[in-house]
Each structure stands twice: as C-alpha cells, then as structure tokens.
C-alpha cells in the first residue's frame, strides 16, 4: 500500500472516530465543530500516533482514541488560527468563522478541545488500557496543548514587532506551536505501544524534527505555494505581516528595489491583487524556496536518522516515507 493509500486509510478511521463524537445539540455548535474533519486534511498527527503504536505492538486500534484526541486539539487549533490570522479559506472550502461566523467558531473551537479529552478517557477505558498510561497520555495531552497556546503566543508576539526576531527566536516559536503535536503524537504512539524509556524518548525526538521540517515547508508554501494545492490563499502570511523564516530570508536576498516592493506589502491587509503578486513574484526569484528546502531536508534527515535504530518493518518504512514527503511536499 502506497504512503497516499496509507494515510487515506488512517484518516477514514479516524474520521469516523471523531463524527461518533462530534454529535449532539444544538446542531449549529456540531456541524460548526465537525466542519473542518468534513472538508478534508491528511490526519498526520494521528498518522504519527499509529505508526509510532506500530513500531511496538500490531493492534493499531488501542492507538486509535488517543490518536484522535490529538487530532481534535490541531483542529481547535486550527479553528482559532484561522479566526486570529482572518484567513477564509482551508482545504479550498470557507474556514469555520467564514462559514458560520466568529462567536459560534470559538465555541466549536472549544468544544473540540474538551472532546479530545473525552475521546482520550472514554476511549482508552473501552480499549482496556491501562489508567497508568490513560492518565500519561492525558498529562502529555495538556502539556503539549499548553506548548501550543504559549508558541501561538509567542507568534502574535513576533507578528505585532516593528523588527525581524533571530533565527533562534523562529525556531523557538515553531518548536511549541507545531512541533510539539508532532513530538507528543510520536511520544504517546510509543508509550500506547508499551515502548520502553529509552524508545518513548527517541520517537519523541523523531517527532520534534519531523515538526520542524513541517513547518519550514508550510511557511514556504505560504508565500510560494499553489492554493489550488495547499487549500489556503497564498501570500497571506504576508498579508498579516508573519515573520517566517522563509520571509526574513526572502528580505534578506532581494535588491533594495525589490525589498521595498515587499515591503509595502508587509502587514498590509488592503493592498491590490497586483501589489500582492507582484511581491510573491519577487519573493519567487529571491530562491528562498531552495534554502528553506534545504533546511527543512536537515532536520528530516535527522529524523530519519532516528528511525534506522529500529528494525526494518512496515511501519519504520511508512514513518521514512511520510518523512521525505514532509520535507518535499508541495501541499
């Protein structure tokens, strides 16, 4: 089975998963809630939770409502990004504020935060996992839920700054609000799976690098992406004056002439569809689109190089495999 086959096959379990959950009154609070499962996604997180599970034991389904708890916390992720970056579109289809407005989207938002941890209890409990893993997986949940809110923080921070922050300071902020979902998915797959320490510790530092190259890539596609592919309107990063790294280098290669023209672009809401192409043009030509890929390729290698302490099986295989296509993908 191909990695696409893969990962279709791993978001339709956990889809059906989380529209068991997603059910209830009123309807508005439900649909809202489930809308952005319906229009589509890759499921990685969870994809990660189950191939990490594998490594270790062979019935995936004990890894299941824990990988689905994760994945409804991206989603209340997601939804509140969306609402604080004024983006209208994901997966090609309005986002959740767009569609039924910023009150109810909030508080869709926080009803799949507060189901992820029904799905971890509940679900786990009816799996006949253990309560001393049950109640390490929660622990792990709010941790990384935390890490989440103080990098999404720290990024409004750097938005709102009259200057670029160091490259340290990106690397920081991306390693809580992305890279720890990765680490935590890989990290609980392994205790699930009944990992010992020493593993639980090297699949969590797999899932940090592998977060890293995520999100180089996805800040890349954000100012040179296609948004036929990616789903989200390209150079909205730029619009709402984001500093990425792929942005900060992209200033950093252009001519004094083409900087300007960025730069009038830079944090601005209200400019023309020509400024903004333009700009996106330029930033094109800069080749920051090879630089970031490189960067990104260094830290999937270095968790790629993670994986091959372990023996060669179906599930390492899907794990180096989604890895390359992390650090490659143009979606």
Do not use: W
Request: aromatic share 6%; hydrophobic share 40%.
């Amino acid at each position: 089975m191909s990695l696409t086959e893969q990962l279709e096959a791993s978001a339709l379990q956990i889809n059906e998963y989380i529209h068991s959950l997603l059910k209830g009154k009123p309807k508005i609070l439900y649909d809202a809630s489930s809308h952005l499962i319906r229009t589509g996604g890759k499921r990685l997180r969870p994809f990660l939770v189950m191939k990490s599970f594998e490594l270790f034991d062979k019935d995936v389904r004990k890894a299941i409502p824990a990988a689905a708890g994760l994945e409804l916390i991206h989603n209340f992720t997601l939804v509140h990004d969306d609402i604080m970056d004024h983006d209208l579109t994901r997966h090609n289809a309005p986002t959740v504020h767009a569609k039924y407005g910023v009150p109810i989207a909030i508080i869709s938002g926080d009803i799949l935060f507060a189901k992820a941890f029904e799905a971890i209890v509940s679900g786990m409990q009816e799996m006949n996992i253990k309560q001393g893993i049950i109640i390490r997986v929660l622990e792990l949940a709010v941790k990384s839920s935390i890490r989440v809110c103080e990098g999404q923080a720290k990024d409004l921070k750097m938005t709102s700054s009259k200057r670029f922050h160091s490259k340290e300071t990106y690397f920081d902020m991306i390693r809580n609000k992305t890279a720890a979902l990765f680490e935590t998915a890989c990290r609980i797959g392994s205790i699930v799976g009944n990992a010992g320490k020493k593993d639980e510790e090297s699949m969590a530092n797999f899932g940090r690098n592998l977060g890293i190259a995520f999100q180089l890539v996805d800040d890349l596609l954000g100012i040179a992406g296609d948004p036929k592919l990616t789903g989200k309107p390209v150079g909205s990063d730029l619009r709402e004056g984001k500093k990425t790294l792929a942005l900060s280098l992209a200033l950093k290669l252009a001519n004094d002439e083409d900087r300007i023209k960025i730069q009038r672009v830079f944090g601005k809401r209200k400019v023309t569809q020509e400024e903004m192409d333009e700009a996106l043009m330029i930033i094109s030509k800069t080749g920051v689109a090879d630089k970031i890929r490189d960067e990104a390729r260094f830290y999937a290698d270095k968790a790629i190089s993670i994986l091959k302490r372990y023996p060669d099986s179906p599930a390492r295989k899907s794990l180096s495999e989604l890895t390359n296509f992390i650090a490659t993908r143009n979606l």
